[in-house]
């Protein structure tokens, strides 16, 4: 994901689009203030039918995006949904196969497995979107404030993000894990604080090229602060590959809470997770395959509809194409 990401970075650096940034200049004239805000808010609602119609013309976008759209409403309301409720046992059912009252079967221990798959919804989308939101907030920050910087913060800064990355993140995630032991808090807390790095470094290759725009200099020229300067200037228009990049990371962050949860280091049980649900079903695969097979094709299902997603979205923000 590393090379992808900086390819887009240096794709974009030579063929961007007009900075969105507001004016820097303090205009005295309420009249002349008034037409340049309408302006502004008509090119900011026109830039947003762009990247929509060219994000329809990408037909498994559109599909991930509806996949996505039936998670977030099974996971909102999934006391309505689920059958039964993800804890009860019925020790009648053990390893029953699908049926009309069950149907993807029910689990060793006589569970429902559709009940569990759809409160399972909830712990991959609150994962996934809590860890990335944490690790967008960091990577941004620090990436944005090593490229405006530059000099000893870039050099101490990118040789962080170097560290971060030079370790193997599977094996860094299951320490934190075992030391801070296993909840649904800290699996979002320790993915996301242990996968920002890509986004840094991304941000920072943006800014080190905005940072140099007539619109920045401007900014700097009639007194306004470095930090509004990045917030306001630099890390709206940097923000492209991030949404890209977190679009693309939904997906590989719910991969790992699986991968903690199999290894008993994410979600505690009883909580209804998928990948608790595949380490329950490892044990019987040959006498009830169904036990795993559901679990694993709704991490598949939803990792490829994020990914669909995230491809519609690059095609979509793609500088190069402006129809």
């Known amino acids: 994901m590393t090379e992808s990401t900086t390819r887009l970075a240096d794709e974009r650096g030579n063929d961007r689009p007009q900075p969105r940034s507001t004016s820097t200049s303090q205009d005295s004239s309420a009249g002349n203030a008034a037409p340049l805000t309408h302006e502004s808010s008509r090119q900011v609602r026109d830039e947003r039918r762009r990247v929509w ?3 329809k013309r990408y037909k498994p976008g559109l599909v991930g995006l509806g996949i996505i759209s039936l998670l977030v409403i099974c996971a909102i309301a999934a006391p309505i949904l689920a059958p039964y409720a993800p804890d009860a046992v019925n020790p009648k059912l053990r390893g029953a196969g699908p049926s009309a009252a069950h149907w993807f079967g029910n689990d060793d221990i006589g569970r429902d497995i559709l009940s569990r798959i759809i409160y399972g919804a909830r712990v991959a989308l609150i994962v996934g979107i809590g860890a990335t939101t944490i ?14 910087f530059g000099g000893k913060v870039d050099f101490w800064l990118s040789r962080l993000i170097d560290t971060l990355m030079a370790f193997p993140l599977l094996a860094l995630l299951l320490t934190l894990s075992s030391v801070f032991g296993p909840s649904l808090r800290n699996v979002v807390i320790v993915i996301g604080c242990t996968v920002w790095a890509s986004y840094a470094r991304v941000v920072r290759a943006e800014v080190l090229s905005l940072r140099e725009q007539d619109y920045v200099l401007a900014a700097r020229a009639v007194g306004v602060s470095n930090r509004a300067i990045i917030a306001r200037h630099i890390v709206p228009n940097a923000i492209g590959p991030v949404i890209i990049i977190a679009s693309l990371s939904i997906g590989s962050i719910i991969i790992l809470e699986s991968a903690l949860s199999f290894l008993g280091l994410g979600v505690a049980r009883p909580t209804a997770s998928w990948g608790t649900m595949l380490s329950d079903g490892r044990e019987f695969i040959r006498n009830y395959p169904h036990i795993a097979i559901a679990p694993g094709l709704a991490i598949a299902l939803t990792v490829l509809a994020f990914n669909l997603v995230g491809d519609g979205l690059r095609d979509a923000l793609d500088p190069r194409d402006r129809r």
């Open 53 to 55: 119609r060219r994000f």
């Open 135 to 148: 690790a967008v907030i960091i990577g941004v920050s620090i990436g944005a404030t090593a490229g405006y």
